[in-house]
């Protein structure tokens, strides 16, 4: 619609209001505060961390403890997080994949239409109703039919020891999972779809079964846009907060460090949720939650950055190719 | 031939496997819903939808002042996020064609994925700290700052499918390109704009993470913009963490208000919509 960017044409444009040149730069203001946010955001939070960085130094990454006397280590939180996010990939892509597929190669279309507007709808619940169903049904489940019998036969193993409220890792990660599978399988599934005719024309051309064609043609070109909807996943997973909070029990310090699946920990995510209204301004123990928003930050950013530019390479330039 | 069998027998068996994967997803929604109605159900009454939560630990009390912080709230979300929103999805649709668009739109999807939870911890920093209250305006700003990346796409990929002959017809009739816009576009794309604000919408009223630390809830009814404020979902949170029968019933009742909230708008959206986005699209 309109040419490069021009910056002689931008100065003229402000020597010379013109109300098409106003109404332009006007809507490139608002369009900017999304930059200004990510940056204040990023200010912010450094500022605020700063005086945990600057004490704790590296220690802060690796520490383990979790109180005013000893310093405080966000350790036990990355790794819960990354647990509780690992747990839910892979339960969730298998079966997100399996829905993406059975809904753009397979399903005949009234299924297709009721499965989709039923994955949007799970999309849509809100994060404290998982929270609540997990607390009060998920978590029996889990502790009932999951954690008692393989404790049953192999609790002797350390990563099966621990209590049996099913307010631990396994539940949290399960919880997560079912939140991302509609995540994952909606985009998954636009990307299948996005794959030209042609690719599974030639496959049916030689003789290729209806999954021969998924598994020749459409997977493997589709193959990065699906990895990217994983990765949208997983962000998705370590920023998930009200669910967790509910079922992962909150226990902070070295008993945190996740060593077993059928323990109490904390993400964080959680131990924001836990602290950060009741931590005292001015304290070290703001400055050490806030250096895990910090930390969250990063890695939040930074996975969300490669998930879109994976999906976005796949959808949005092929989307442009056929327009 | 045997060959062949075993490839047919093949193809059947991916078709059941993603059957099967479907069906598997939906059980987990079926059991929310049947759960969230069957121990919701019987808590709502009109006392205990207006009434204030009672003391803790005893039965009684409603989730009024969560309902009206809810809209409250949601009311503010929308004055700060709709028009924030529309006009950085216009200048995307109109003028992002370059550089500093591409950037924007990038970094649009970006916040559009980030998590709720850290926004909250930023607004927490800069407005709740610096002004020592908790206040219905710092949530309002976190759930705006939620809303805007999902309006601003939406809003975009609406005007974008507006076919640039009205444009061009508005335009030779001399009518300026602020104008074209904002009155031919914009019009033209009215039902797109309206369908993504109410998603968005639905999104934010479900929002809990950043409640805890901007609005942090209350047991008392709107008292100013200045000051702690509940909310449906903080509500549900809150009553989950208490240990008492009463509270796990109110609990269910508030989710139950919240899920109907939400529902009703998606799926309205979703059949009021039905067949023209797919229709104009292809």
Same mark, same amino acid.
């Given at each position: 619609?309109?040419?490069?960017?021009?910056?002689?044409?931008?100065? *003229?444009?402000?020597?010379?209001?013109?109300?098409?040149?106003?109404?332009?730069?006007?809507?490139?203001?608002?369009?900017?505060?999304?930059? $200004?946010?990510?940056?204040?955001?990023?200010?912010?939070?450094?500022?605020?961390?700063?005086?945990?960085?600057?004490?704790?130094?590296?220690?802060?990454?690796?520490?383990?403890?979790?109180? $005013?006397?000893?310093?405080?280590?966000?350790?036990?939180?990355?790794?819960?997080?990354?647990?509780?996010?690992?747990?839910?990939?892979?339960?969730?892509?298998?079966?997100?994949?399996?829905?993406?597929?059975?809904?753009?190669?397979?399903?005949?279309?009234?299924?297709?239409?009721?499965?989709?507007?039923?994955?949007?709808?799970?999309?849509?619940?809100?994060?404290?109703?998982?929270?609540?169903?997990?607390?009060?049904?998920?978590?029996?489940?889990?502790?009932?039919?999951?954690?008692?019998?393989?404790?049953?036969?192999?609790?002797?193993?350390?990563?099966?020891?621990?209590?049996?409220?099913?307010?631990?890792?396994?539940?949290?990660?399960?919880?997560?999972?079912?939140?991302?599978?509609?995540?994952?399988?909606?985009?998954?599934?636009?990307?299948?779809?996005?794959?030209?005719?042609?690719?599974?024309?030639?496959?049916?051309?030689?003789?290729?079964?209806?999954? *021969?064609?998924?598994?020749?043609?459409?997977?493997?070109?589709?193959?990065?846009?699906?990895?990217?909807?994983?990765?949208?996943?997983?962000?998705?997973?370590?920023?998930?907060?009200?669910?967790?909070?509910?079922?992962?029990?909150?226990?902070?310090?070295?008993?945190?460090?996740?060593?077993?699946?059928?323990?109490?920990?904390?993400?964080?995510?959680?131990?924001?949720?836990?602290?950060?209204? *009741?931590?005292?301004?001015?304290?070290?123990?703001?400055?050490?939650?806030?250096?895990?928003?910090?930390?969250?930050?990063?890695?939040?950013?930074?996975?969300?950055?490669? $998930?879109?530019?994976?999906?976005?390479?796949?959808?949005?330039?092929?989307?442009?190719?056929? *327009? | 031939?045997?060959?062949?069998?075993?490839?047919?027998?093949?193809?059947?068996?991916?078709?059941?496997?993603?059957?099967?994967?479907?069906?598997?997803?939906?059980?987990?929604?079926?059991?929310?819903?049947?759960?969230?109605?069957?121990?919701?159900?019987?808590?709502?009454?009109?006392?205990?939808?207006?009434?204030?939560?009672?003391?803790?630990?005893?039965?009684?009390?409603?989730?009024?002042?969560?309902?009206?912080?809810?809209?409250? +709230?949601?009311?503010?979300?929308?004055?700060?996020?709709?028009?924030?929103?529309?006009?950085?999805?216009?200048?995307?649709?109109? =003028?992002?064609?370059?550089?500093?668009?591409?950037?924007?739109?990038?970094?649009?999807?970006?916040?559009?994925?980030?998590?709720?939870?850290?926004?909250?911890?930023?607004?927490?920093?800069?407005?709740?700290?610096?002004?020592?209250?908790?206040?219905?305006?710092?949530?309002?700003?976190?759930?705006?700052?939620?809303?805007?990346?999902?309006?601003?796409?939406?809003?975009?990929?609406?005007?974008?499918?507006?076919?640039?002959?009205?444009?061009?017809?508005?335009?030779?009739?001399?009518?300026?390109?602020?104008?074209?816009?904002?009155?031919?576009?914009?019009?033209?794309?009215?039902?797109?704009?309206?369908?993504?604000?109410? +998603?968005?919408?639905?999104?934010?009223?479900?929002?809990?993470?950043?409640?805890?630390?901007?609005?942090?809830?209350?047991?008392? =009814?709107?008292?100013?913009?200045?000051?702690?404020?509940?909310?449906?979902? +903080?509500?549900?949170?809150?009553?989950?963490?208490?240990?008492?029968?009463?509270?796990?019933?109110?609990?269910?009742?508030?989710?139950?208000?919240?899920?109907?909230?939400?529902?009703?708008?998606?799926?309205?959206?979703?059949?009021?919509?039905?067949?023209?986005?797919?229709?104009?699209?292809?």
């Amino acid at each position: 619609m309109s040419g490069r960017l021009n910056l002689q044409k931008l100065f *003229e444009g402000l020597k010379h209001p013109s109300s098409d040149g106003f109404f332009r730069y006007g809507s490139l203001v608002f369009a900017g505060s999304v930059v $200004a946010i990510i940056v204040l955001s990023l200010v912010v939070l450094v500022q605020g961390a700063f005086p945990a960085l600057t004490k704790f130094g590296v220690s802060f990454l690796t520490g383990t403890n979790w109180d $005013a006397a000893t310093g405080f280590g966000a350790l036990p939180y990355i790794l819960g997080t990354l647990l509780t996010a690992l747990i839910a990939i892979m339960i969730g892509v298998p079966i997100s994949l399996g829905i993406a597929i059975f809904l753009a190669e397979m399903a005949p279309d009234v299924i297709r239409v009721v499965v989709s507007n039923i994955v949007e709808l799970l999309a849509a619940v809100p994060s404290i109703i998982y929270g609540l169903w997990g607390l009060y049904v998920l978590r029996i489940w889990v502790a009932n039919y999951v954690q008692a019998p393989i404790q049953g036969s192999f609790g002797f193993l350390p990563i099966f020891g621990g209590t049996s409220y099913g307010l631990n890792f396994l539940t949290a990660g399960l919880l997560l999972a079912i939140m991302i599978i509609p995540t994952i399988a909606s985009i998954s599934r636009e990307v299948m779809v996005s794959v030209p005719n042609s690719q599974r024309e030639a496959a049916y051309g030689v003789g290729a079964t209806r999954w *021969e064609v998924v598994r020749m043609s459409v997977l493997s070109y589709s193959r990065s846009g699906i990895f990217g909807a994983a990765i949208l996943g997983l962000g998705r997973a370590i920023g998930e907060t009200m669910a967790v909070t509910l079922v992962i029990g909150g226990v902070t310090g070295a008993s945190a460090l996740p060593t077993s699946l059928f323990r109490p920990g904390q993400t964080m995510a959680t131990i924001l949720v836990n602290q950060l209204s *009741e931590a005292e301004s001015g304290s070290l123990q703001l400055a050490a939650l806030l250096g895990i928003g910090l930390v969250l930050f990063a890695i939040a950013f930074a996975i969300n950055v490669v $998930a879109q530019l994976l999906v976005w390479r796949v959808l949005k330039v092929q989307g442009g190719a056929v *327009e | 031939m045997s060959n062949y069998s075993l490839r047919r027998f093949k193809d059947r068996l991916a078709l059941w496997l993603g059957a099967l994967c479907a069906v598997l997803a939906m059980i987990p929604l079926i059991s929310i819903l049947y759960e969230v109605v069957k121990n919701g159900a019987s808590t709502i009454n009109v006392d205990f939808l207006t009434a204030a939560p009672g003391v803790i630990g005893q039965p009684g009390g409603g989730i009024g002042p969560a309902i009206q912080g809810t809209l409250i +709230l949601v009311g503010f979300t929308i004055i700060i996020g709709v028009p924030l929103g529309v006009l950085s999805g216009i200048y995307l649709s109109e =003028f992002g064609d370059n550089p500093i668009g591409r950037v924007i739109r990038f970094l649009n999807d970006v916040l559009a994925e980030f998590p709720s939870v850290v926004i909250g911890v930023v607004i927490f920093t800069l407005i709740v700290l610096t002004l020592r209250s908790f206040s219905v305006v710092a949530g309002a700003l976190a759930l705006s700052i939620i809303m805007l990346p999902v309006v601003t796409r939406s809003t975009e990929e609406s005007l974008k499918l507006v076919p640039n002959s009205i444009r061009d017809a508005s335009m030779a009739l001399g009518i300026r390109r602020w104008r074209t816009t904002l009155s031919v576009v914009l019009a033209t794309a009215k039902s797109g704009i309206v369908t993504g604000i109410l +998603l968005a919408i639905a999104r934010v009223a479900g929002e809990s993470a950043p409640l805890v630390f901007t609005i942090l809830g209350s047991q008392y =009814f709107f008292s100013g913009l200045n000051s702690a404020t509940d909310a449906l979902p +903080l509500r549900i949170y809150r009553l989950a963490l208490l240990p008492y029968p009463y509270a796990q019933a109110q609990g269910w009742g508030a989710a139950l208000v919240l899920i109907l909230m939400v529902l009703v708008v998606n799926v309205g959206v979703r059949l009021a919509t039905r067949g023209r986005l797919y229709s104009t699209r292809s």
